[in-house]
Structure formats: structure tokens, C-alpha cells
């Protein structure tokens, strides 16, 4: 049963606390990326991963922070120098085989509740 | 800026009826351009997706039509349903990059 797992589904943190939000995916893809999705803004790219060992700032990684040290696992540290971290996060996949596009496919999000 | 602008923020449609949703986009290097479909509390998956060679693609009760000259594309879904109640994303990524850029969603509600 393939897929992309994201836990918790629901994390609360009191502000000026690191939280990390985990991704795991058992589909043999090469490609992850982080996603911040806040109603009405659409999806918001933070990370995203080709390989391990390397990763590349999105439109929005002020505050936040990856790594890549296995090839199935994209784990994202919101920081508490993110200003407006309450959010839902999605973290999605996707192969990359000769710069051919294919299709991400994503996790089940986390929502991050800072209060 | 933003370089897909999807229209409307949200539609409200009689189940049987016609969803349409639009999309333009301003780069004319992409050339592929995927929807997504997000139920609440789950994460987006791909519905449809169509390149430019073709005009229209048509999966079920869901079609792509594509206007590439006038750089537009829509989505029509037949007959909703209730069922169909989710947040569309359309979107568009270049030749040789699987970086998308998304939409900023359209959420519709089909009423029984």
C-alpha cells in the first residue's frame, strides 16, 4: 500500500517553540516538496528535494528548514522565527526521470495550530 | 506575481447543473497544465491534466478545454454532484520542471 504519510494530522505549539513535521513516502520517488496552503492562497511551495543531500528554497522558506538524509523521508522544521506559522502543510512526491514531468502526489497534510 | 489566476474563489452550482472554472496564465513556456481536486482536511490529487497540442481533454464528467492562444484553460465538470463539494486547484509547470505553480483555488459546492 503506497502513499505519502504525514503525522500528526494535528500539532499544537505555543509560539517561540521549533516543531518538526514529519513526511514519509514508500513510492520509490525521487522528488519532495513542502507545501504551505492557507485558505484562499493557494499552495505556497517552501522546499523541495531532487535528491538526498541536496534541497532548494522555495517561494516562502523564510523560517522554516529541511533535510533530506534518506531518500524517503522530507522532514519540515517550522521555526519560531516564522512569523505566521499556523497553517495546513502538505507534503507531496513526484519521479523525475529525464527532466519528463510527471505527477506530485500528496500527503494528507498536517494542520499547525500556534497559539 | 502571480502567474496563474484562477476565477471564481468559489462557485455554487444545483446538483445536474455545469461547473465551469477558468484559469489564464501569462508564461508561454508552460506546457503542461494538471488539476487538482481537495476534499476538506485531505491533500490535493490529480484529476485531469492536459498539454497544448490538444484542445480539449475529456475524462468522465470532468474536460479540459484549452485556449492557447488567448493562454486559458477551464474545467467543466457534467452533471455535478454533491459529491464533486471540493476545492480545485489548476495549474501549469515548464518543460523539463516539476515545480508547478498553482492557482489560488476554487472552492465549489454542489447543493442536492
Known amino acids: 500500500d503506497g502513499g505519502i504519510t504525514q503525522s500528526p494530522k494535528y500539532l499544537f505549539r505555543k509560539e517561540g517553540q521549533n516543531v518538526t513535521l514529519s513526511c514519509e513516502q514508500n513510492l520509490n520517488h525521487d522528488a519532495m516538496y513542502w507545501y504551505r496552503q492557507d485558505p484562499g492562497q493557494g499552495l505556497r511551495l517552501i522546499y523541495y528535494s531532487q535528491i538526498v543531500n541536496d534541497f532548494q528554497k522555495g517561494d516562502i522558506a523564510e523560517g522554516y528548514s529541511v533535510s533530506r538524509e534518506k531518500k524517503e523521508s522530507f522532514p519540515l522544521t517550522v521555526t519560531s522565527a516564522q512569523k505566521n506559522p499556523t497553517a495546513f502543510y502538505l507534503c507531496?512526491?513526484?519521479?523525475?526521470?529525464?527532466?519528463?514531468?510527471?505527477?506530485?502526489?500528496f500527503g494528507p497534510g498536517t494542520r499547525l495550530t500556534v497559539t | 506575481q502571480q502567474q496563474v489566476k484562477q476565477s471564481p474563489q468559489s462557485l455554487i452550482v444545483q446538483k445536474g447543473g455545469i461547473s465551469i472554472i477558468n484559469c489564464a496564465y501569462e508564461n508561454t513556456a508552460f506546457d503542461y497544465f494538471p488539476w487538482y481536486q481537495q476534499f476538506p482536511g485531505k491533500g490535493p490529487a490529480l484529476l485531469i491534466a492536459?498539454?497544448?497540442?490538444?484542445s480539449e481533454k475529456k475524462e468522465g464528467r470532468f474536460t479540459i478545454s484549452f485556449n492557447k492562444s488567448a493562454k486559458q484553460f477551464s474545467l467543466h465538470i457534467m452533471d455535478s454532484q454533491p459529491g464533486d463539494s471540493a476545492t480545485y486547484f489548476c495549474?501549469?509547470?515548464?518543460?523539463?520542471?516539476?515545480?508547478?505553480?498553482f492557482g489560488r483555488g476554487t472552492s465549489l459546492i454542489v447543493h442536492p
Open positions: 507531496a512526491s513526484s519521479i523525475v526521470s529525464g527532466g519528463t514531468r510527471y505527477e506530485q502526489y
Open positions: 492536459i498539454r497544448p497540442d490538444v
Open positions: 495549474a501549469a509547470s515548464i518543460g523539463g520542471s516539476y515545480i508547478p505553480t
